[in-house]
């Protein structure tokens, strides 16, 4: 607390807090829609082609202040808070999947600021193991027989 008196003995007191600790995630989760799932090698996995939406929910161990960054499939996304707690601890994104986000895993980056301007590290992974996979490729049936394909 900073207390400040002038000559005449008028006095008034500030209180300041120092924060130098970095935010965290705590939470992290990607998702496709409901009937695209399946548990691939035990780990929750979406499937999804063109066309379908990828979800990404996430929270912070203290209020942002403003909104991260983020981006799906190389895309930045935007992002929302999520009226559940009201203190600005829980976001959504969401990407509507389309022929610029690469085939594969689809991968997502979490950039993030607590009001203080402490940096959070940048977020790449789910901590549910959650994953999207992005898949173009028509599936192709092979005769057992001569192994040619039809």
């Keep these: 607390m900073l207390k400040v008196v002038d000559w005449a003995g008028n006095e008034v007191s500030y209180t300041f807090w120092l924060d130098s600790v970095a935010p965290t995630i705590t939470k992290a989760s990607i998702k496709g829609p409901d009937a695209n799932k399946h548990t691939v090698d035990g780990k929750p996995t979406w499937f999804v082609t063109d066309n ?79 994953r999207v996979i992005l898949d173009r490729t028509a599936p192709k049936i092979v005769a057992k027989g001569d192994g040619n394909a039809y």
Aim: a negative charge; charged letters at 20%; glycine letters at 12%.
């Design 52 to 130: 379908n939406g990828v979800y990404l929910t996430f929270t912070a161990d203290e209020d942002l202040g403003a909104l991260p960054t983020v981006t799906i499939g190389g895309q930045t996304v935007t992002t929302k808070a999520q009226p559940d707690d009201g203190q600005k601890k829980s976001y959504a994104a969401y990407l509507y999947t389309n022929g610029k986000v690469p085939q594969g895993e689809i991968a997502f980056t979490i950039d993030y600021v607590d009001p203080a301007g402490n940096a959070g590290t940048q977020v790449t992974a789910t901590t549910d193991d959650t």
